[in-house]
């Protein structure tokens, strides 16, 4: 029970290219990285395109489809009329490198300049530690993220503003959330979100959220605690004081 | 382009492969002061661990104090139907709780037991609830743990750069030539010490939970650079891939659904595995559906564990049976149920990624209504033949770790135990090619030309396209060397791999060298090839059936072959298969297993 669909998808590099059409037998079930796949084994052998696990764990296949980003390998074609033409082109926001294949490298320069995890001192004596459940929800909602940088290429500060040399980005943000909310954790990266991290651009338009297949709540899990440790340490004039103080 | 513009690096080490074992490696490389370079064929944690679900498995004793690396050993041999390296079987289940909580020092997550501690769930053919977990997606969690480890250790990552060849000078390792997707440009690591740690050979399969990076480069290099390969034979079928729609066929569903509960059923309703108890297993399982409740409901002391949970080759086999025999579901599965076990929100917590995966890919709620499942490649057991303590292959200055390793996991791997051999004898590579640091032997010009010029033929030709030749082996391996093989089966895949290998030779791509995934095919097909052959070849040698390893010709396990290992080297231009013994398992350790003290 196999339909002819037709796909419009980016060839090119960054330089110069253009969206060529092709026609595929769509079968049941079938994504649209499927489709894709189709195309590169038995018309177009050098269609660029990125993939791993095809399950939605691994956040590489990601793209926009119709204008949308989304992760290839969980959309599926039946999400689309018919006779409807689905367009796929590389995200946005990073240099595309060939075809479907963007060089997304400065999330992994932006994420090493992130401070380190440090554990406070094991609570028992044989050096493991101690946290329950309540306590570690939050991170663990953090670590679901699979790095599929769809939120960096619907947030307008990086698209449209292209602002990649002030501003982490949402993805790295939730990040550096990981670690500033995990229990055992020492380091105060504060100073790091607010100058290097420009945590300040971001003016909580949930567009990533809205994308995240991980259906992480970016904006309000994350950056709004976020930017409240943020204001709380530069603008709390007791706790400016408290600094002072302490050193 | 001549040896003498190539871009080269020096380092004291080289890491092959960036998943947990990689990953491992290169983070104790660097702990001992070598300069190391961590090469990965995808990008930085896409590696396959990120897909690793249920869990590690160690010996903590968090959740049942009984357990300790004595059960987890004994677990480990008779999973594997006693043809594991002991050795390696031993420092698993003892080093493994350190590894573990050295993880949590770096930041891991894991899900907690009430008193604060590292929770862990049932799994298959593990005596006592052993394996760390987050929910179900253990492996994302560990992968990103060891990623930013790495990161802030110094070491140099090199993202989308696939090996195609291993130097090897004077007996010695000296390097390793590869290109990068991006530009199809070739670079050249040169290091007296390189640890391969590339994962498996799945992609040779054509219903597989592996991705297109699993083509067995490891293996193959490591072939190539005259190590020896054991127990190819050695395939894992895991029970539980999706089966429908067509598309998803394959993808992974993890044992953490029967560990949290869930149920096998045939087209008849009927609960069969508790009509599969081998020998080896019996009275350590419910004989009852009453039991095997009791013992998912918590009753743990008293109980015993459902049927469900025996070893992956037992239930993938079992399967295959219901399904030979017509009692199959419609797409040719059987039903995996856990919706009428557990209520909904404890699925949801437990199993966030199957009830998303099922969700999106197949519109099944899996909280509401069953699973259709069949059996999917997985892993391989056999690898690159190591020393225990160190990971050295037999080629000096070449390490090997993770499933690339062979020997570990014997005929049969627990569910579980790759997550933790990873950081085991990730960290043990690591440790063993730092000590061994030193100049590397001079790798001689006109070697690595001659490595570009033949990674470059298959732009000169208009051969036939390189997905072609793939799809064609992944159909003769599913065939004739899937789960249940026979002689004749066999001796089908390796002639028709021989024809397969004049193809291969013809070849032709299209387009520029820049990310050219026809070309990146044709280049991945040569590795594919070496290792369907080894595993076929294997497959004929071992006239038994063993763990994962079903022969319909030799349907019973020979226990004079238990300890026998089929060995495969490169010898001039030929494969040479043979036998040999494995050490004997001392003593003590034999009592263990067999009494259980």
Not at chain 2, 393 to 398: D, M, R, W
Not at chain 2, 451 to 480: H, K, W, Y
Request: charged share 25%; glycine share 10%.
């Amino acid at each position: 029970m196999s339909e002819q669909r037709t796909l419009r998808l980016f060839r090119g590099t960054r330089e110069r290219g253009e969206l060529k059409e092709y026609q595929v037998a769509a079968g049941e079930g079938m994504v649209v990285l499927d489709a894709v796949h189709a195309i590169q084994a038995e018309q177009a052998p050098d269609l660029a395109v990125r993939w791993n696990c095809k399950a939605g764990k691994c956040g590489s296949c990601s793209a926009e489809i119709n204008g949308k980003p989304r992760l290839m390998c969980m959309t599926r074609m039946s999400d689309y009329a018919p006779d409807e033409t689905i367009t796929v082109t590389p995200m946005r926001a990073f240099p595309v490198i060939k075809d479907l294949v963007t060089d997304v490298s400065w999330n992994y320069e932006v994420n090493k300049r992130i401070p380190a995890f440090q554990p406070r001192k094991p609570d028992a004596p044989d050096g493991t530690w101690r946290m329950y459940q309540y306590e570690i929800e939050r991170p663990q909602e953090f670590r679901k993220c699979i790095e599929c940088f769809l939120c960096q290429d619907v947030c307008h500060v990086l698209r449209t503003h292209e602002k990649h040399e002030a501003f982490m980005g949402p993805a790295m943000l939730v990040r550096a959330a990981v670690y500033e909310m995990h229990p055992l954790d020492v380091v105060d990266r504060r100073e790091h979100l607010h100058h290097e991290g420009g945590i300040g651009y971001c003016n909580i338009t949930k567009c990533c959220t809205e994308v995240c297949p991980e259906s992480i709540t970016i904006t309000d899990n994350a950056i709004i605690p976020l930017k409240e440790r943020v204001v709380d340490a530069n603008y709390d004039p007791l706790a400016a004081l408290w600094r002072k103080i302490t050193g | 382009m001549a040896a003498s513009d190539l871009r080269s690096h020096d380092y004291d080490v080289i890491v092959i492969g960036a998943g947990g074992a990689g990953l491992r490696a290169a983070i104790e490389a660097s702990a001992q002061k070598a300069k190391v370079a961590l090469v990965c064929k995808s990008l930085l944690g896409k590696a396959h661990t990120v897909m690793a679900e249920g869990g590690a498995a160690a010996a903590l004793g968090n959740v049942m104090n009984e357990d300790n690396w004595r059960v987890h050993f004994r677990d480990t041999m008779r999973g594997g139907k006693m043809h594991n390296n002991w050795r390696m079987a031993q420092i698993h289940a003892q080093e493994s709780p350190d590894r573990i909580n050295e993880l949590e020092a770096w930041g891991a997550l894991f899900d907690r037991t009430p008193d604060g501690r590292i929770n862990q769930r049932p799994f298959g053919g593990h005596t006592y609830s052993r394996l760390a977990h987050v929910g179900d997606r253990t492996g994302l969690e560990m992968i990103r743990v060891l990623q930013d480890k790495g990161v802030h250790s110094g070491i140099d990552v090199h993202m989308e750069c696939t090996i195609v060849r291993l130097f090897v000078v004077g007996g010695r390792i000296a390097g390793a030539l590869g290109y990068f997707r991006e530009t199809g440009r070739f670079v050249l690591f040169k290091s007296g010490a390189i640890v391969l740690a590339t994962g498996g050979i799945g992609k040779a399969w054509q219903i597989t939970s592996n991705s297109w990076e699993y083509t067995g480069d490891g293996h193959a290099l490591a072939y190539d650079a005259g190590a020896e390969l054991i127990d190819m034979e050695f395939v894992q079928f895991h029970p539980t891939g999706m089966v429908w729609p067509p598309s998803v066929r394959g993808i992974l569903v993890t044992e953490g659904v029967r560990g949290e509960g869930g149920v096998l059923k045939n087209n008849k309703g009927e609960r069969f595995m508790f009509r599969y108890m081998p020998d080896m297993f019996k009275g350590d399982y419910a004989d009852t559906e009453i039991e095997a409740d009791a013992w998912v409901k918590g009753d743990r002391k008293q109980n015993r564990r459902p049927p469900e949970l025996l070893t992956r080759d037992v239930v993938a086999k079992a399967i295959v049976k219901e399904i030979a025999e017509g009692r199959g579901t419609e797409h040719g599965g059987v039903i995996l149920d856990i919706a009428s076990k557990q209520n909904a929100d404890y699925i949801r917590k437990k199993l966030p990624s199957m009830y998303h995966q099922f969700k999106e890919l197949a519109h099944v709620d899996i909280t509401k209504d069953p699973m259709e499942i069949g059996p999917t490649t997985h892993y391989v057991m056999g690898g690159i033949k190591v020393d225990a303590e160190t990971q050295e292959s037999t080629v000096p200055g070449l390490y090997a770790a993770g499933e690339v390793g062979g020997g570990m996991h014997g005929a049969n791997r627990l569910g579980g135990n790759s997550l933790s051999d990873l950081l085991v004898f990730g960290r043990r590579a690591g440790q063993h090619a730092a000590s061994k640091r030193g100049a590397a032997p001079n790798i001689p010009d006109a070697d690595v030309e001659q490595s570009m010029r033949e990674a470059l033929e298959p732009f000169g030709r208009e051969g036939e396209n390189p997905f072609a030749v793939q799809t064609a082996l992944q159909t003769i391996m599913q065939r004739d060397a899937g789960i249940i093989r026979d002689k004749s089966g066999l001796e089908n895949a390796l002639a028709e791999l021989e024809k397969l290998k004049a193809r291969a030779r013809k070849v032709g791509v299209t387009g520029s060298r820049e990310y050219n995934p026809g070309w990146h095919t044709a280049i991945d097909l040569r590795a594919l090839l070496v290792v369907a052959e080894a595993s076929a070849r294997a497959a004929l040698e071992r006239t038994e059936s063993r763990g994962a390893h079903t022969r319909s010709d030799y349907p019973d396990s020979d226990e004079k072959q238990a300890r026998e290992q089929i060995a495969i080297k490169k010898e001039g231009d030929r494969m040479v298969v043979r036998r040999e013994a494995q050490p004997p398992i001392p003593a003590d350790l034999m009592t263990l297993i067999k009494e259980g003290k």
